[in-house]
């Protein structure tokens, strides 16, 4: 799964049973960072995880924010965004050295190669019907 790639996998895997997939999930920032190069993420998966913390269970939390980033940026392409960006992400291993990060949905596109990428966040809110 993706997040066994990240720097620090035990942020997700600490709270997802069955870890989501990053499909068709909600991107809410796209962000450059000029230490790295870097990219930032927000998104926003449609499962909620199955172990939370004690704090989202009392405040009522049912939903969650993964923010991702990504350092040693190189060849970066974006093309498009919008209001609703509802987005396929696949990270996938080049080599010893080397990831690769694509975006995809009818909205925007991010193709880049990236050295490692850390899970920087993983926020629960609450969100109305």
């Known amino acids: 799964m993706w997040h066994q ?55 009522q939390f049912n939903r969650v924010m993964i923010e991702l980033h990504f350092y040693g940026l190189n060849g970066l392409k974006v093309s498009g965004w919008s209001t609703q960006n509802e987005v396929n992400l696949s990270i996938v291993p080049l080599d010893a050295n080397r990831r690769q990060l694509r975006l995809q949905s009818s909205s925007c596109q991010l193709e880049t190669e990236f050295e490692f990428f850390t899970i920087a966040k993983v926020e629960g809110y609450q969100a109305g019907e």
């Open 5 to 59: 790639l990240a720097q620090n996998p035990q942020a997700i895997s600490s709270i997802y049973k069955s870890v989501p997939p990053l499909q068709r999930t909600r991107l809410s920032v796209l962000s450059l960072m000029e230490d790295g190069p870097a990219l930032r993420l927000h998104f926003h998966p449609t499962e909620f995880p199955e172990v939370i913390p004690a704090r989202w269970a009392r405040q």
